[in-house]
């Protein structure tokens, strides 16, 4: 079945250290995005990629980092810089002039 | 800056109770209003796409309706297992074709 794979699904981090979330998609999509849901919140989108090797900045990408090396494959780094990290963490794709997005099943990050 | 309002942000109603959740928008040229359903500790799932004001779409208990304004997902005869959060979302012309996401109204319905 297609869709899209995150991992881990829950992860911890100590204050300082980088930690990488991944996704990946078997939907031949070209568009994969990243974000952020807090409670009581609306999605914040963090980084989106239209293309292989070419991304741009979402509205809360500061303290973030991605790659998009691969098409099938988009992941998050969330560096030592964010200062409140805990959130949950969705990535969704789409094809290039489709709306609709489809989403992974979030990865759940604490910081301790 | 593009908006999307959801209420109320939280909703129980007994098994059978039928009702509505809203989504108001300020978007600059709407290009389609998106509800989706979230599962706790889930991603999204899509449910409706709406275009332009006077537009309906069913699925088994729910229909979505938009205006110039504001949607409504209405939710006929609800069962327990339609408990869940339902997110609107919005596109316009002015938002480089992303998304706004309202905060969600976290449904419960009891048996």
């Known amino acids: 079945d297609g869709g899209i794979t995150q991992s881990p699904k829950y992860l911890f981090r100590k204050e300082g250290q980088n930690v990488t979330l991944s996704c990946e998609q078997n939907?031949?999509?070209?568009?994969m995005y990243w974000y952020r849901q807090d409670p009581g919140q609306g999605l914040r989108l963090i980084y989106y990629?239209?293309?292989?090797?070419?991304?741009q900045k979402g509205d809360i990408a500061e303290g973030y980092s991605v790659s998009r090396e691969k098409k099938e494959s988009f992941p998050l780094t969330v560096t030592s810089a964010q200062k409140n990290p805990t959130a949950f963490y969705l990535c969704?794709?789409?094809?290039?002039?489709?709306?609709?997005?489809?989403f992974g099943a979030g990865s759940r990050l604490t910081v301790l | 800056e593009d908006q999307v309002t959801q209420s109320p942000e939280a909703l129980r109603l007994q098994e059978g109770e039928s009702s509505s959740l809203n989504c108001s928008y300020t978007?600059?040229?709407?290009?389609?209003l998106f509800w989706y359903r979230q599962d706790p500790g889930k991603g999204p799932e899509f449910l409706f796409t709406?275009?332009?004001a006077g537009e309906e779409k069913e699925k088994e208990r729910l229909k979505a309706t938009l205006t110039k304004k504001e949607s409504f997902l209405h939710i006929t005869a609800p069962k327990p297992e339609d408990s869940a959060t339902y997110l609107c979302?919005?596109?316009?012309?002015?938002?480089?074709?992303?998304?706004?996401f309202g905060s969600g109204t976290q449904l419960t319905v009891l048996p």
């Open positions: 990629s239209q293309i292989v090797n070419d991304f």
């Open positions: 969704a794709s789409k094809s290039v002039g489709a709306n609709v997005l489809t």
């Open positions: 979302a919005a596109i316009s012309s002015g938002s480089a074709r992303q998304l706004t």
């Open positions: 939907l031949n999509h070209d568009a």
């Open positions: 978007v600059s040229g709407l290009r389609g």
């Open positions: 709406l275009y332009s």
